[in-house]
């Protein structure tokens, strides 16, 4: 392909603010019985910014009409908005829907059983996702259009996307994000909309729209997984092991529309070839629909798919192709730009229109992305056999709960970890059973383990989009050892999900004093609780010794003490309060407290 791409087309102008539908889709007819946007949300798409629960209510009215479409909620955010998918497809598919799940988890599970000839009556699964930066609107007006269009749509192409897909369409990854946005923009518009990017509606005040309640952007979070809104998503990825993901974004005004593949210096080295040809085999027909509407695009030349923890990257990890879109932002209803107004509604539609050159790409290389998704977790054991690191311990002995939380990230994803079955010594440190875990390099999501946790010092392009540097626990800031083999005679039965544990009270109750040591993660919280509850805590500052039980134990500075007895008079806990809470606390925040009768210098 030429590697400009760049359509030679002038783009005609098309400036209208309003989408009127039905839109002129080639091939495609519309029943009239099924609800358009405008009779739900009470406005057209285009002519405002649609809110989350107006997104929610559209989605849902479309489930109650079309036996095309289920809705599910996979996640609520922290301020309580929901987060839904639905999920789209030939009502032939959902009558069994799970047997077609389950199908399409055979790939990965047993990929080696699957033979050609059964990809060919296969559905593909694909996660169209919209709008994880809150105030690149576009797309999730997009995802109305496109759930009206595969909902009302009739005719034979409708048909071979519905039969040969199941769609799992994400109308808005970051709800939170989003209606801080939307209420900024609809509530600081007057009637007539202006394009003056000078004017009230273009200036978000901080924190803008783009990332979730905390401020997380949560399209650097499909890896850490720390954000609710990432956990339901994450989850909803696993459950169907989709073939395509679809990451629609927004980026500067005066740009026109991308679509990946990206630059090319600028791939994860883990990232199989394989996906690379697939994004460039997609592409034509992105292109394809956008010189239908003479909308103007490019490809490769921005943006790169290095960090996992980005949408349109994570799916490359997973034997899915990723793709990413990014429409040049109106940001408010229309903008100023270099070429002249940009429109809402030009955004939108270009969007959707594109969202339905991945559908016609999706049903021409459906066998060819199938069988690319076997294929890769077919050759999880060579990919594991080519790699040096045969697996890793990551010790329990220390930053024990941070160490737990990395464990539970790599569960999250679908990584397999063991218990010590005997004792293992590495460095000259002696690991018991119980004191480290082991997770083995060779399981179905290798290349994922090795693009986390591996150490990268050097790149082939030292120029970034993002982030070039997460090795897990560096990040989690806990001791872990690549191990260059590792025998099955050292690990245990596979472990459940992680619980956290390993806080404890030492020395039963105590008569003068508790003392929790400041090395586990959850004591500023502990000792938050110990003051809300009237306790005066005193912080050491210097290591000192005192009695436990009867022997003497050394404490470094930074040891909470937690008196029994209050100076202050105010102060109504009392000491059997006080056992309680200690015992309460190791529970709850796997602190570490021990008991001290007499202390001394
Ligand atoms: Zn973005």
């Not at 392909?1 to 359509?7: E, H, R, S, T």
């Not at 292109?287 to 994570?314: E, V």
């Not at 083999?485 to 245990?492: A, E, I, L, R």
Request: charged fraction near 20%.
């Amino acid at each position: 392909m030429n590697p400009l791409l760049f359509c030679l087309l002038i783009s005609m102008g098309w400036a209208e603010q309003t989408i009127d539908l039905p839109m002129k889709i080639r091939g495609v007819r519309y029943n009239s019985s099924i609800s358009k946007p405008e009779d739900i949300l009470g406005h057209k798409v285009g002519t405002r910014h649609t809110r989350t629960d107006q997104v929610v209510d559209y989605f849902e009215a479309l489930a109650s009409q079309s036996n095309r479409i289920i809705l599910n909620d996979h996640a609520k955010t922290h301020e309580g908005r929901r987060l839904i998918h639905a999920i789209v497809t030939h009502p032939d598919n959902h009558k069994n829907l799970e047997a077609v799940r389950q199908g399409n988890l055979s790939l990965s599970d047993h990929p080696e059983k699957v033979k050609d000839l059964q990809l060919n009556d296969m559905p593909m699964v694909a996660y169209l996702g919209f709008s994880i930066h809150g105030d690149e609107a576009s797309g999730t007006e997009a995802s109305l259009l496109l759930l009206y269009h595969l909902a009302a749509g009739m005719g034979n192409e409708i048909d071979e996307i519905l039969k040969h897909t199941v769609l799992i369409v994400d109308p808005m990854f970051n709800p939170d994000g989003r209606d801080r946005f939307v209420n900024w923009v609809n509530g600081n518009r007057g009637l007539i909309a202006t394009s003056d990017i000078q004017d009230r509606e273009h200036n978000q005040p901080w924190p803008r729209g783009r990332t979730n309640h905390y401020l997380f952007d949560l399209n650097r979070d499909w890896m850490p997984v720390t954000q609710p809104e990432s956990n339901g998503r994450i989850k909803l990825f696993h459950h169907w092991r989709p073939q395509f993901l679809l990451d629609a974004h927004e980026m500067g005004s005066n740009a026109t529309f991308f679509f990946q593949p990206g630059i090319p210096s600028r791939n994860n080295p883990n990232t199989p070839q394989g996906t690379i040809d697939l994004a460039y085999k997609l592409a034509p027909y992105h292109a394809k629909r956008l010189d239908s509407i003479q909308s103007m695009y490019y490809s490769q030349q921005s943006y790169d798919d290095f960090y996992y923890g980005k949408g349109s990257t994570f799916g490359d990890i997973h034997g899915s192709v990723g793709i990413l879109f990014e429409q040049a932002s109106s940001r408010s209803l229309e903008t100023e730009t270099n070429q002249g107004r940009l429109t809402y509604a030009f955004s939108v539609r270009n969007q959707f229109i594109t969202t339905l050159g991945t559908l016609d790409g999706l049903v021409a290389l459906r066998t060819d992305f199938l069988k690319y998704h076997r294929d890769f977790y077919a050759t999880a054991p060579d990919a594991a056999r080519k790699n040096s690191v045969k697996g890793y311990l990551i010790s329990l002995k220390q930053n024990r709960t941070r160490a737990q939380m990395l464990i539970q990230n790599l569960q999250k994803h679908r990584i397999r970890a063991h218990g010590l079955k005997k004792s293992m010594t590495i460095n000259q440190v002696k690991y018991q059973p119980g004191e480290a875990v082991i997770i083995p390099s060779n399981q179905p999501q290798t290349r994922f383990l090795k693009g986390v946790m591996e150490r990268v010092t050097t790149f082939e392009d030292s120029l970034f989009y993002d982030v070039s540097a997460w090795t897990l626990p560096l990040a989690y800031g806990v001791d872990s050892h690549e191990l260059k083999q590792v025998p099955k005679s050292y690990m245990g039965p596979a472990l459940p999900y992680m619980e956290l544990d390993g806080g404890h009270v030492i020395g039963g109750k105590a008569t003068a004093a508790y003392l929790m040591t400041w090395d586990r993660y959850y004591a500023p919280k502990s000792l938050y609780s110990i003051m809300d509850a009237g306790i005066r805590p005193r912080l050491t500052t210097a290591p000192f010794s005192a009695t436990v039980g009867e022997k003497s134990m050394q404490f470094d500075r930074g040891t909470i003490v937690i008196p029994m007895i209050q100076r202050d008079a105010d102060a109504t806990i009392s000491q059997d309060e006080i056992h309680t809470m200690m015992a309460d606390l190791a529970k709850t925040d796997h602190v570490r407290i021990k008991e001290c009768s007499k202390n001394r210098k």
